[in-house]
Nanobody, 122 residues
Framework: QVQLVESGGGSVQSGGSLRLSCAAS????????LAWFRQVPGKEREGVAT???????TYVDSVKGRFTISQDNGQNNLYLQMKSLKPEDTAMYSC????????????????WGQGTQVTVSS
């Protein structure tokens, strides 16, 4: 079991920055896929950024060049640095973790935090 707790959300103006943190109850820097998702009421949850077990990162096109996902190796913390925020980035942001499927390598995220709200005003 892994418990995840997000922090760092808030309200900012367009163009501003925020840094989200996700504290894990156990070491997730080795052997876990990690990700940030976001969701707006009435819309499907969207994957924003991921870190694979080999440390490689991916981003959804809409945040490339503006968001950076990172982790403290050995510290159990995951981060999402968000810059040049836009009103369309407004959402509830959640971190997630999973062990990849040993046969397919697919990460089916099964550990989730409660989320932290990010609101960007124009």
């Amino acid at each position: 079991q892994v418990q995840l707790v997000e922090s760092g959300g808030g309200s900012v103006q367009s163009g501003g920055s925020l840094r989200l943190s996700c504290a894990a109850s156990k070491r997730t820097s080795s052997g876990y896929c990690l990700a940030w998702f976001r969701q707006v009421p009435g819309k499907e949850r969207e994957g924003v950024a991921t870190i694979d077990v080999d440390g490689s990162t991916t981003y959804v096109d809409s945040v490339k060049g503006r968001f950076t996902i990172s982790q403290d190796n050995g510290q159990n913390n995951l981060y999402l640095q968000m810059k040049s925020l836009k009103p369309e980035d407004t959402a509830m942001y959640s971190c997630a973790a999973a062990r990849p499927n040993p046969y397919t390598g697919v990460c089916d995220y099964n550990y989730w935090g409660q989320g932290t709200q990010v609101t960007v005003s124009s």
